[in-house]
């Protein structure tokens, strides 16, 4: 077999598929999460590689040694740096999917942004003291370990959300006189309680 009839074979049966998946709105919804962050994962990439400074001893050279005091009396902003962009991705993806899920459905997006939100750490966040006087928790699947999570709730907020709006599931009317922004807030909230049970 030859590259001709190779390559003719792949656009006659591979492009198709090829062509139907990159117009599913899901995996659309996906790859414009992630484009969209890009300027977030660059930025603590950088930060990843400035604060991996060579482990160097007095027989460094000046930059190196330089770069090792810089990184050792910064370590905590790298620290921070790091996990607000790197270590929180799988919740910045969940945003970023029901954004666009919603977008393309011509729904506003925040409420089910919130919702989303909601649903994914209550699905990560694995409490260790909550009260009125502090709360700590467990936050290490914020990372890319929660991306599997993320996508799924993601998906399923933003699509069971846009279902229950369209088909006016549990809707609370209310007189014309109430502000529009407000009947949306009324409109949302049995489809809210729905989400946040399930």
């Excluded at 003719?8 to 998946?21: H, I, R, T």
């Excluded at 962009?85 to 919603?102: E, N, P, Q, V």
């Excluded at 506003?108 to 942004?113: A, C, D, G, Q």
């Excluded at 003291?129 to 999570?149: F, R």
Aim: glycine share 8%; hydrophobic share 50%.
């Amino acid at each position: 077999m030859n590259i001709q009839s190779m390559s003719v074979s792949m656009e006659k049966y591979v492009m198709p598929l090829a062509d139907k998946l990159g117009n599913e709105i899901h995996l659309r919804a996906i790859r414009d999460a992630f484009m969209s962050l890009l300027p977030i994962t660059f930025t603590g990439g950088i930060a990843a590689v400035l604060s991996s400074a060579p482990s160097v001893d007095a027989a460094g050279t000046g930059i190196t040694l330089a770069w090792a005091r810089f990184v050792e009396s910064n370590s905590m902003i790298f620290s921070w740096i790091n996990a607000l962009t790197l270590g929180a991705m799988s919740l910045y993806i969940c945003i970023g999917i029901i954004h666009f899920l919603c977008k393309s459905r011509k729904i506003e997006s925040f409420l089910p942004i919130l919702l989303g939100v909601c649903g994914f750490l209550m699905l990560i966040v694995e409490p260790m003291s909550l009260g009125w006087d502090g709360k700590m928790a467990e936050l290490s699947y914020m990372d890319g370990k929660g991306l599997i999570p993320a996508m799924f709730i993601s998906i399923l907020t933003a699509d069971l959300y846009c279902y229950m709006r369209k088909r006016d599931f549990g809707k609370i009317s209310l007189p014309d006189t109430v502000p529009a922004s407000l009947s949306d807030v009324f409109a949302s909230i049995v489809p809210g309680a729905v989400l946040m049970v399930i």
